[in-house]
Structure formats: structure tokens, C-alpha cells
């Protein structure tokens, strides 16, 4: 059953960044809604913007970013009004983040044991042995094997398939209501790959915690997300369930990432993989138009001059102006 108020709900947010040639716009009117127990799949090439989404809900922009307009609600709260010290309290119990490369998040000179104790007590009043008790638990939940002796490794002594499991335990330590995974898996071997997307999985729905996986495969996320959202330019151009979308694609963009998913006949790959022409718009304030119409084969005129919103059609939303003419698949 979901919830009333939704565990997260971003609403109209931009997000500038400040550079040497002036301001630039990464995030442009995004929304995106989770409701709890619910997996959420954030897609899109590199740079569209779904990284800067997570650090923007974490609060981990940095001083180069900023939020200059929009909410994010967490569970009914706009965190953005939030007094700094509230904000960080949140970070670790009510959200918590897992990184693409665990080897720039865990600390080389520290044992696992004592990285995720330190999670565990910043969160919860217990002493150093509960804390390792506790870690050796959540060592024991991500399906690492011998986990009282793990304790005592570093991370160069762990494989890279081990290293995220790790930061998926320490992710865990304070029993957080959204998990946000970014790329989690992108620099792992496709078996591990795997394993990892299938304990995400498994996890969100033994805690029934909300997750939002973002990554740039729609192929992963086929048997594990409820929803989809495409994100193309920092802006949201689809949202669907996941077998509407695969089923119907809307917009061109989606059409062009679905395209591009190896499929596999009798074993073997089908012909030529195919791709999207062209490339990534590079973030731009002063852009009008459709920001897809560079790259895309229903372009109109109308298409490069007029702003498209986001529209609801039926339980979807789309950003392009041919959506209900068009057949993509």
C-alpha cells in the first residue's frame, strides 16, 4: 500500500552551476516522486543530470552548485528549508547514497569494521562493541562471506563487487527510508553487475525502503523498477511504468535508449548495436526549444523554438510535442 505523502517529491527544481564563463544550468525543472517501498529508475546518457539530482537531494552540491529554484520534499519536509545541522541528520538515517566508485568513498587507511561502526554510531546510541556487532550484521545482510573476518580487512584488500557491498552496508546503517544507488555498478565486471543489481533488490524489498536506482542502462532496470525516468539535458523527458515504457515509448529520446539495449537472439547479439547520432547538449541557460531536437528524426520547426513542457498523459508524462502522433517502436 503506498503512502499519502511520498517519500520523496521534487517539484520544478533547477540547479546552476557557477563556472568561468558564467552561470550554467545542469538541472532544469526537474520532477520526480517516490512513494515508500517504491523503486524508482533514473536513466540517461552521462551529464543529463541525474548525479547532480542525487547530490541536490543529499545536500552534497558543493559550493559551485546551487538550488535556485523548486522543492524537494522529504516525507512532506522541503529539506531545502532546512537549518544545515536538520539537514545533515538526515543524511545516513532518513536518506542515505551509494556512490559509483567505492574506493573514493572508503577510507584506505581505516578498517572495514571501523568505517561501518562509525556509520552505526553516528546514527544510533551504542557502544563500540554493539556498533561492531551491528556492522558484522550488515556485512552478513549484502551476502559477504565470513563477515566477523572482513571486519578487519582494508578496502585494497577487498575485491571491487566486495568494496560496494560494503558501502551498501554502511548506506544501510541508519535504517534509512530512501536509498539512493548512483551507478552503482559501473565500474564492475558484468556478473558482478549483476549480483549487485539483485541484492539492491532484494534488500528494497526485505526493508521496504523507497530506492532510486540511477543509471545510463535501461536494460538493467527492466526487472527491478516500477517506474522510469528518462533524463535527457537535465530535463525529465519521460516518466512511465517500466512495462509501459518498454512496451510504448513516447518520446524519441526513449525510443533511441531502448534501441540501443543488446538483445540477444539464440545466444548471440542481433546485428549492429545501434546508437543515438549526435551528442549530449553541453548545460546552457539561455537554450530554447526542445533539447532533444539536435539528435532527433521527428524534429519540426515548432520543435527547435518552442519550450516543451512536461504534460500528463494518463499515468505518464512526456516532453515532446508529437508524442500522440507518433509510433516509436
Do not use: W
Not at 88 to 110: A, I, K
Not at 239 to 266: C, E, H, I, Q, W
Not at 284 to 312: Q, W
Amino acid at each position: 500500500m503506498q503512502s499519502v505523502e511520498p517519500v520523496l517529491d521534487i517539484q520544478n527544481l533547477d540547479i546552476d552551476f557557477t563556472t568561468p564563463d558564467g552561470m550554467v544550468r545542469a538541472v532544469d525543472g526537474m520532477e520526480l516522486t517516490i512513494q515508500a517501498g517504491e523503486t524508482v529508475a533514473l536513466v540517461g546518457e552521462s551529464g543529463s543530470g541525474k548525479s547532480v539530482t542525487c547530490l541536490s537531494i543529499m545536500g552534497l552540491l558543493g559550493d559551485a552548485g546551487k538550488v535556485t529554484k523548486g522543492k524537494i520534499r522529504f516525507k512532506g519536509t522541503d529539506v531545502l528549508e532546512l537549518e544545515p545541522a536538520r539537514r545533515r541528520s538526515l543524511r545516513g538515517s532518513g536518506m542515505s547514497m551509494v556512490f559509483q566508485e567505492p574506493m573514493t568513498s572508503l577510507n584506505p587507511v581505516f578498517r572495514i569494521g571501523s568505517q561501518i561502526s562509525e556509520s552505526i554510531q553516528v546514527h544510533s546510541d551504542v557502544s563500540g562493541k554493539q556498533a561492531q556487532k551491528e556492522a558484522e550484521r550488515l556485512l552478513d545482510l549484502v551476502r559477504i562471506p565470513e563477515a566477523s573476518r572482513r571486519l578487519r580487512n582494508y578496502p585494497h584488500e577487498l575485491s571491487g563487487g566486495m568494496r560496494q557491498r560494503v558501502m551498501i552496508a554502511m548506506a544501510l546503517a541508519g535504517s534509512p527510508d530512501l536509498l539512493i544507488a548512483d551507478e552503482p555498478t559501473t565500474a564492475l565486471d558484468v556478473t558482478v553487475q549483476a549480483q549487485i543489481i539483485e541484492l539492491l533488490a532484494s534488500l528494497q524489498k526485505d526493508l521496504g525502503m523507497a530506492l532510486l536506482f540511477v543509471t545510463h542502462d535501461l536494460g538493467v532496470v527492466a526487472g527491478m523498477a516500477d517506474r522510469v525516468s528518462v533524463m535527457y539535458g537535465g530535463q525529465i523527458v519521460e516518466t512511465s511504468k517500466v512495462d509501459d515504457l518498454f512496451k510504448n515509448p513516447l518520446m524519441p529520446y526513449t525510443a533511441g535508449l531502448l534501441r540501443s539495449v543488446p538483445v540477444l537472439v539464440g545466444g548471440e547479439e542481433s546485428g549492429r548495436l545501434k546508437t543515438i547520432p549526435g551528442k549530449s547538449p553541453i548545460p546552457d541557460s539561455s537554450r530554447s526549444g526542445c533539447t532533444f531536437a539536435p539528435r532527433c528524426d521527428y524534429v519540426l520547426a515548432s520543435c527547435r523554438n518552442t519550450d516543451v513542457p512536461l504534460e500528463t498523459v494518463g499515468e505518464r508524462a512526456v516532453r515532446c510535442l508529437r508524442s500522440s502522433e507518433l509510433t516509436l517502436l
